[in-house]
């Protein structure tokens, strides 16, 4: 049984780009959360989405962040016009049905230059 | 506000030594308490989790102690090695809303041969 699945691991963008970042749950997982970490920080929990529905952007900024979750296809965390300061590993957790575990996939880094 | 405070920051054990870290959270309707491991360029990995119904749970090296009345919990690595040297989590979650993890800030373990 894969794990979840995290594309691209590594991102470089230049400041004002876009960046798209994509995650594959586990087999038979519905529920997706996405987090930021920080170098020598812990994790940040942005945004929860089942599938075509987001159920919890508390932890999403405002502006240039969105997140989707379609029918069809990985979950995808999408960051417009990206600044320094959106320079981070960002990860996606699945669950199965959205109480208790939560597992990882191996991230993606982002720089932004 | 920092919900779940984690201590200490870094660790130096001895191999065979006791590894031992601590976290005390704000918010008493947590309920889930899950313990991540990760290594340098890898996601968090699901280590043990506990909820408030037992005191404590151990699962091979290790152990989680839950003190519900200190709003505290800690994990203890057992017989340490040096394959355990990685980044620590603490985290903790609310049932019935979106499940999401709030981290502690993470605890560097060293274990030494």
């Known amino acids: 049984n894969a794990g979840v699945m995290q594309n691209p691991r590594h991102l470089v963008r230049r400041r004002g780009q876009e960046a798209r970042l994509r995650c594959s749950p586990m087999?038979?997982?519905?529920?997706v959360y996405w987090y930021r970490q920080l170098p020598e920080e812990g994790l940040k929990f942005m945004v929860y989405?089942?599938?075509?529905?987001?159920?919890?952007e508390s932890g999403m900024p405002k502006e240039r962040f969105s997140a989707e979750f379609p029918k069809e296809g990985p979950s995808i965390l999408r960051i417009q016009q990206v600044v320094r300061g959106d320079s981070a590993a960002y990860f996606c957790?699945?669950?199965?049905?959205?109480?208790?575990?939560?597992?990882f996939g191996p991230g993606t880094r982002l720089t932004v230059t | 506000q920092q919900q779940v405070k984690q201590s200490p920051q870094s660790l130096i054990v001895q191999k065979g030594g006791i590894s031992i870290i601590n976290c005390a959270y704000e918010?008493?309707?947590?309920?889930?308490f899950p313990w991540y491991q990760q290594f340098p360029g890898k996601g968090p990995a699901l280590l043990i989790a506990?909820?408030?119904?037992?005191s404590e749970k151990k699962e091979g090296r290790f152990t989680i102690s839950f003190n519900k009345s200190a709003k505290q919990f800690s994990l203890h690595i057992m017989d340490s090695q040096p394959g355990d040297s990685a980044t620590y989590f603490c985290?903790?979650?609310?049932?019935?809303?979106?499940?999401?993890?709030?981290f502690g800030k993470g605890t560097k373990l060293t274990v030494n041969p």
């Open positions: 985290a903790a979650s609310e049932s019935g809303g979106s499940e999401k993890l709030v």
């Open positions: 957790a699945s669950s199965p049905i959205g109480v208790g575990e939560q597992y």
């Open positions: 087999k038979g997982h519905s529920h």
């Open positions: 989405l089942q599938k075509e529905n987001i159920i919890d």
């Open positions: 918010n008493t309707a947590f309920d889930y």
């Open positions: 506990i909820r408030p119904d037992v």
